[in-house]
């Protein structure tokens, strides 16, 4: 055999070989997957902080579950507490992922990311009864400020000068909220409206909107880009068919 054949022959082997490698990794990956209540996108059907698989609802528990099934990739889904535990465990553990996460420009580079799943509006949410104006995150310095520990909405406050008082558990903005030990609760939208209605609070005025941010699936730097990929063109598709505005649509009407 010449030289020229035999150099053929050894790289075409050694595609197959590469070729069956990505195969296994198909078959047999499997993602760790965290959530935290942060309802309506994530929460335990037992409303406790902790829960496993089927125990799980919301908008991105069904969007995530059905693109993971369309994928064929295996997984385990968590919900776990605090958000800044499992958000440091997907950053340092392959294999693993945590949603909804906002994809901001000091987190790019610290994840692979799959994408959009839902909208996340920041805003300032005042008592139905509060004379409060504010057109900037300037003038709302001078109020005392709710926000959830360790949430993207928080460290940006921080990151803008503010001191917000955090909170454990973004439902517990609520009632600091309503007895008066906050004068602004920043959250999310559609977050805090769902919140709010559900702790029968209604009537919060949304005294500014002072950000935006998509929410995503943050996984794990060393995720395959093959798994990233076929994640997202699932998602694509679960987009253009419709089953993203109607699993929305179904927690918020």
Same mark, same amino acid.
């Given at each position: 055999?010449?030289?020229? /054949?035999?150099?053929?022959?050894?790289?075409?082997?050694?595609?197959?070989?590469?070729? *069956?490698?990505?195969?296994?990794?198909?078959?047999?990956?499997?993602?760790? !997957?965290?959530?935290?209540?942060?309802?309506?996108?994530?929460?335990?059907?037992?409303?406790? %902080?902790?829960?496993?698989? #089927?125990?799980?609802?919301?908008?991105?528990?069904?969007?995530? /579950?059905?693109?993971?099934?369309?994928?064929?990739? %295996?997984?385990?889904?968590?919900?776990?507490? @605090?958000?800044?535990?499992?958000?440091?465990? *997907?950053?340092?553990?392959?294999?693993?992922?945590?949603?909804?996460?906002?994809? $901001?420009?000091?987190?790019?580079? !610290?994840?692979?990311?799959?994408?959009?799943?839902?909208?996340?509006?920041?805003?300032?949410?005042?008592?139905?009864?509060?004379?409060?104006?504010?057109?900037?995150? #300037? +003038?709302?310095? &001078?109020? /005392?400020?709710?926000?959830?520990?360790?949430?993207?909405? *928080?460290?940006? $406050?921080? *990151? &803008?000068?503010?001191?917000? +008082?955090?909170?454990?558990?973004? &439902?517990?903005?609520?009632?600091?909220? +309503?007895?008066?030990?906050?004068?602004?609760?920043?959250?999310?939208?559609?977050?805090?409206?769902?919140?709010?209605? &559900?702790?029968?609070?209604?009537?919060?005025? %949304?005294? !500014?909107?002072?950000?935006?941010?998509? =929410?995503?699936?943050?996984? %794990? @730097?060393?995720?395959?880009?093959?798994?990233?990929?076929?994640? +997202?063109?699932?998602?694509?598709?679960?987009?253009? #068919?419709?089953?993203?505005?109607?699993? =929305?649509?179904?927690? $918020?009407?």
């Amino acid at each position: 055999m010449s030289l020229k /054949r035999l150099l053929v022959a050894l790289i075409g082997v050694s595609l197959l070989y590469i070729g *069956a490698a990505r195969a296994e990794v198909d078959e047999n990956y499997s993602v760790i !997957l965290m959530t935290e209540n942060f309802p309506p996108y994530n929460m335990a059907t037992n409303d406790k %902080n902790y829960a496993r698989e #089927e125990n799980l609802k919301g908008i991105a528990v069904e969007v995530v /579950r059905e693109m993971f099934k369309r994928a064929g990739i %295996n997984y385990h889904m968590t919900l776990r507490f @605090p958000w800044a535990r499992i958000y440091k465990l *997907a950053l340092e553990k392959p294999n693993h992922g945590v949603f909804v996460a906002a994809r $901001l420009p000091e987190r790019e580079k !610290l994840f692979k990311w799959v994408g959009p799943i839902g909208p996340d509006d920041w805003v300032m949410l005042a008592k139905a009864d509060s004379t409060i104006t504010i057109n900037s995150l #300037e +003038q709302a310095k &001078q109020y /005392r400020v709710g926000a959830y520990k360790g949430d993207a909405i *928080a460290e940006h $406050l921080v *990151a &803008q000068g503010l001191e917000p +008082q955090t909170a454990f558990r973004d &439902q517990d903005n609520v009632e600091k909220l +309503q007895a008066g030990r906050i004068d602004l609760w920043a959250t999310g939208d559609p977050a805090g409206r769902y919140l709010a209605k &559900q702790a029968g609070v209604t009537g919060l005025k %949304n005294v !500014l909107r002072f950000d935006s941010a998509e =929410l995503f699936l943050a996984l %794990n @730097p060393e995720t395959p880009d093959e798994v990233v990929n076929k994640l +997202q063109a699932e998602l694509d598709k679960m987009r253009a #068919e419709g089953f993203i505005d109607k699993v =929305l649509a179904s927690y $918020l009407e």
